[in-house]
């Protein structure tokens, strides 16, 4: 897997995130209103994704996730860093000019009971892409290509007429996919998908994306806190914390051999399906809460909650390669799936890959 | 596409849409039924005012003043005569015109500026939001009755008005400039609590123009609250010209409106003269209650989960 990867990256990616920062000023006053800090939601996140690939993003609540697939479909205008979509730059982009681009890149939400619009019937809510972008299909074609779309999402054409609160949780979420790919975008970034989502139809949806990927050639970036679904989706993984990326790589290193501190808390938490063997392995219980992200720690952002912190990691800030240093030899072609070969990039100065994913009796 | 061909039949079963959808609804509902022929009968009254009626209202003759409608709509007069003696039927007919008139011209202006502005105010925030919110709080603390006063003082030197515009203009200017503020509250709170919901982050991130997401998405919701306050509010404007006749600046004579009979009405209703009160005011307690029914039956068609 290692192996294949290494070739991939000789391709241009589809989308690519340099040192991208997003900071939210907090504004106090009615009237004369002053800037009295900035919440850091994404501090420096760099990220790529390559076409028909799927890109996992995984950290918990609050740590920028949701902020940071805003800033990658041109929602939001990114404080500072670059957004390069299929070549070209959108992040210093006005709106008015990133409309065009809005076609390779599309949103899919988390809450399908509240990104379809209750007045809309289906066909409207399908058909609205086309009537913002009147080009892409002849208007009289475009009652065809919706049902077309709904057809391509498992749902009956015949269900144009009706409205989104005939739908269940699933059909809706299909709904949402179908407008999303209405344009023919390249990319999906999907905001937490199935997480709004019954667990037996979370398996539905996944599939279906998974589907749609092979068959449409998309590339995702999937947005989730469920680290069973990322890994299940995801060909590359990057953890966030508090608005940076600690982690990333491939899904089985960041599964089989988290190095982040950080990661291996993260996975340690994950339930075992196994009663049998529930209890046995060990698991990293993490002291304290998220540090406010308007006034995030000096230095490693984790320091605070982490038990390898020194005085090191509150003076100086780990970037990715740092993690890089490790003991481990560098991974080996003949050897790829060989344990001790991980060395993808982490931002700790103490990394170190520790197993926490699996079970023994 | 060639413009110059026909437009092709929809080979598919028509698309639906919100509108459609709601129109299709309501027309099957009795009492939507009930409240259309009301508003037609006042409409038709407003329109043709000599198919009810061949008196003629200006034709007073002051030894029939006072009659009793006792034949009730027979006879010489159908609804008797009033303190002049004028025909009663003819008086409440003819009256009829200037009241629809300037009822529904006060109240198209109001909604049409209320929620244009509170649309803005709510969608844009900010600046505009501050500059139509404080302009609202001004015309709040204004009452209604001194800046109508005031405003019309200024048309005070007309002479006797010959026509219909003439004769509505000034009092609905007036009611007008004082009664959009609530709809523009109405609609503002709708609108900033529709903005951010996901539906409209995604036609965002399709690409939708701010007009597109402030019709399509934003828009229905903000009618909802309307919808609630228009039927009283057209209460409201009636009674509120007949205060302003009584002042001598709402509509003129001979001119007359529902309100400027109501407040003659109420001098009589005490002596035994009740119909000189209670015609207009069930007219205007059947319009009100046409224009309600109307109004909350579009409420819930436009709301597909109530269907």
């Known amino acids: 897997m290692n192996a294949e990867l290494g070739q991939e990256h000789a391709a241009e990616p589809v989308l690519e995130a340099r040192d991208l920062v997003k900071h939210f000023p907090v504004q106090r006053g009615i009237v004369f209103k002053r800037t009295v800090g900035h919440v850091q939601a994404v501090d420096g996140v760099d990220l790529e994704l390559h076409a028909g690939k799927t890109l996992g993003v995984v950290g918990e609540s609050g740590c920028g996730k949701s902020t940071l697939a805003k800033l990658l479909v041109g929602l939001e205008p990114p404080t500072s860093g670059s957004i390069n979509l299929l070549g070209q730059e959108i992040g210093n982009l006005p709106q008015r000019k990133i409309r065009p681009h809005r076609r390779d890149i599309q949103l899919v939400f988390q809450d399908p009971y509240t990104s379809l619009n209750p007045r809309m019937t289906v066909g409207d809510i399908v058909a609205e892409p086309f009537a913002i972008h009147p080009g892409v299909v002849p208007k009289d074609k475009v009652t065809a290509e919706v049902k077309e779309l709904l057809d391509l999402v498992g749902l009956s054409p015949d269900h144009v007429n009706r409205y989104p609160h005939q739908f269940s949780g699933g059909q809706r979420q299909r709904i949402g996919i179908a407008r999303a790919l209405a344009l023919r975008p390249q990319i999906l970034v999907c905001d937490e998908p199935v997480s709004a989502l019954d667990v037996s139809i979370q398996g539905q949806v996944i599939n279906l994306l998974e589907r749609l990927r092979d068959e449409l050639g998309l590339a995702y970036v999937f947005i989730a806190h469920d680290l069973s679904v990322v890994r299940h989706i995801a060909d590359e993984v990057a953890v966030m914390y508090l608005g940076k990326i600690v982690e990333r790589g491939t899904a089985a290193e960041i599964y089989d051999h988290p190095r982040h501190p950080y990661t291996q808390a993260l996975l340690s938490a994950v339930p075992v399906p196994d009663p049998e063997l529930r209890g046995r392995r060990e698991e990293i219980i993490l002291q304290g809460d998220v540090p406010s992200p308007i006034n995030p720690p000096s230095g490693c952002r984790f320091r605070t909650r982490c038990w390898k912190a020194t005085e090191r990691c509150a003076e100086e800030v780990p970037s990715l390669d740092v993690g890089d240093n490790g003991t481990r030899p560098p991974v080996s072609h003949h050897h790829p799936n060989q344990p001790e070969g991980s060395t993808h990039p982490t931002a700790c100065f103490y990394a170190e890959e520790k197993d926490v994913t699996h079970a023994v009796k | ?307």
């Not at chain 2, 027309?27 to 005012?49: C, G």
């Not at chain 2, 629809?100 to 649309?119: N, P």
């Not at chain 2, 996901?198 to 701010?210: E, M, P, Q, S």
């Not at chain 2, 509120?240 to 001979?254: K, M, R």
Request: hydrophobic fraction near 50%; include cysteine.
């Open chain 2, 1 to 307: 596409m060639s413009e110059l061909t026909a437009p092709k039949p929809e080979p598919d079963t028509a698309q639906s849409s919100l509108w459609k959808d709601a129109f299709r609804t309501m027309r099957r509902r009795p009492d939507v039924i009930i409240a259309s022929l009301i508003m037609l009968f006042v409409f038709t009254m407003a329109a043709f005012p000599t198919l009810f009626t061949d008196k003629s209202p200006t034709r007073c003759i002051g030894s029939d003043a006072r009659e009793r409608p006792d034949t009730w709509f027979t006879g010489e007069h159908p609804l008797g005569t009033d303190q002049f003696g004028c025909d009663f039927a003819a008086t409440l007919v003819h009256g009829t015109r200037p009241t629809i008139t300037l009822a529904l011209s006060v109240m198209i202006v109001a909604v049409l500026i209320g929620m244009v502005t509170g649309i803005l105010a709510g969608y844009y925030g900010g600046v505009i939001d501050a500059i139509i919110s404080r302009a609202v709080d001004v015309f709040i603390v204004v009452p209604l009755m001194l800046g109508a006063i005031l405003l019309l003082s200024l048309f005070r030197g007309r002479g006797a008005p010959d026509n219909l515009f003439e004769t509505v203009a000034p009092p609905a200017i007036a009611l007008a400039i004082f009664g959009w503020m609530e709809f523009t509250r109405y609609t503002r709170a709708a609108t900033i609590e529709t903005k951010n919901l996901d539906y409209v982050t995604a036609a965002r991130c399709l690409g939708a123009k701010d007009r597109r997401i402030m019709f399509k998405h934003i828009l229905p919701n903000a009618i909802i609250p309307v919808t609630a306050v228009i039927p009283t509010t057209l209460g409201s404007i009636i009674v509120a010209e007949s205060a302003l006749a009584v002042l001598g600046i709402g509509v003129q004579p001979p001119a007359t409106s529902w309100g400027v009979l109501l407040s003659n009405g109420t001098q009589w209703a005490a002596g035994g003269y009740i119909y000189l009160f209670g015609i207009p005011l069930l007219l205007l307690i059947l319009t009100v209650f046409s224009f309600a029914t109307f109004g909350d039956a579009l409420r819930d068609a436009l709301d597909p989960k109530l269907r």
